[in-house]
DNA sequence: AACACATTGCTATTGTAAATAGCATTTTTG
DNA sequence: CAAAAATGCTATTTACAATAGCAATGTGTT
């Protein structure tokens, strides 16, 4: 029907996106968490004391909005801010933390791999590098 | 570095999307467009005489929100409604909204190749396929 | 024809994510 | 040491999408 906007690549990863967010943002909700913020614990696992900025430079999250993601994550009993200098914090998971990205990462990983699958097989080892080519 | 979190495609698809979209609405935007409204115009040169309604299911826009996406397209002389029956509203393109289009369209069709110059050329055909398997 | 039901376009409101601007403190650098 | 940059934060604003409800019209069934 309208395959004028489905042959745009910029409409398609619009359209594409949207869809895969909308269906992984219940996953986590029923987590209690929110992308953005499983993000932060993915990232916060895999390297420890990084600071508040330093998630935000990785993750394009700007300074501003850290931290009311930051203080959520804490006062949930998740992360730790700990004083690096008198200017810094390092951020690290508690064991509560650690617990909740086991489990919210074992379902993002189910969801991962249903994405792939939805993709014929002949494209599919090609998503990845193309995605990362146009932003990284 | 965090090579973890771009070895995730849904991860991956997001921050893709949003680099592209956040460089395609200033593009819009030098010629007075958002990028939902720049959808709907391309749309409703493609195919006369569609409803509002017909419009949202396809963009995927609900119909509380395609009412003040048309009133600005309308009070922007780009499109006008016209009664088909009692209920319903044809929308088409005015004049000025096909030559608004049209050099839109030109920016929209530059960006689009600029996308797909950014991919590696061996993934650069699996790109849109891949997309649409994920959301159509 | 009469009825229940769905659709259309709309209003009004809410919620949420992201952007902007500014500030005090601390660190870095030239 | 002085200027500039970085850090964490507050407060505010903007943009966008979601929700609920409504009157009018159209559709389908019996």
Same mark, same amino acid.
């Given at each position: 029907?309208?395959?004028?906007?489905?042959?745009?690549?910029?409409?398609?990863?619009?359209?594409?996106?949207?869809?895969?967010?909308?269906?992984?943002?219940?996953?986590?909700?029923?987590?209690?968490?929110? !992308?953005?913020?499983?993000?932060?614990?993915?990232?916060?696992?895999?390297?420890?004391?990084?600071?508040?900025?330093?998630?935000?430079?990785?993750?394009?999250?700007?300074?501003?909005?850290?931290?009311?993601?930051?203080?959520?994550?804490?006062?949930?009993?998740?992360?730790?801010?700990?004083?690096?200098?008198?200017?810094?914090?390092?951020?690290?998971?508690?064991?509560?933390?650690?617990?909740? !990205?086991?489990?919210?990462?074992?379902?993002?990983?189910?969801?991962?791999?249903?994405?792939?699958?939805?993709?014929?097989?002949?494209?599919?080892?090609?998503?990845?590098?193309?995605?990362?080519?146009?932003?990284?």
């Amino acid at each position: 029907m309208t395959d004028l906007l489905a042959q745009l690549p910029g409409y398609a990863l619009r359209r594409a996106a949207n869809a895969v967010m909308g269906e992984l943002a219940p996953i986590l909700a029923g987590h209690d968490l929110k !992308i953005a913020e499983a993000a932060v614990l993915l990232l916060v696992r895999e390297q420890a004391n990084l600071t508040s900025s330093q998630i935000g430079k990785t993750l394009d999250i700007q300074r501003a909005n850290m931290v009311p993601l930051l203080n959520r994550l804490e006062s949930a009993g998740l992360i730790h801010r700990e004083p690096i200098d008198k200017k810094s914090l390092a951020i690290n998971l508690t064991k509560d933390g650690e617990a909740k !990205i086991c489990e919210a990462g074992a379902a993002i990983d189910t969801f991962e791999k249903n994405l792939l699958a939805r993709v014929p097989a002949e494209h599919r080892d090609h998503l990845l590098p193309a995605l990362n080519a146009i932003w990284r």
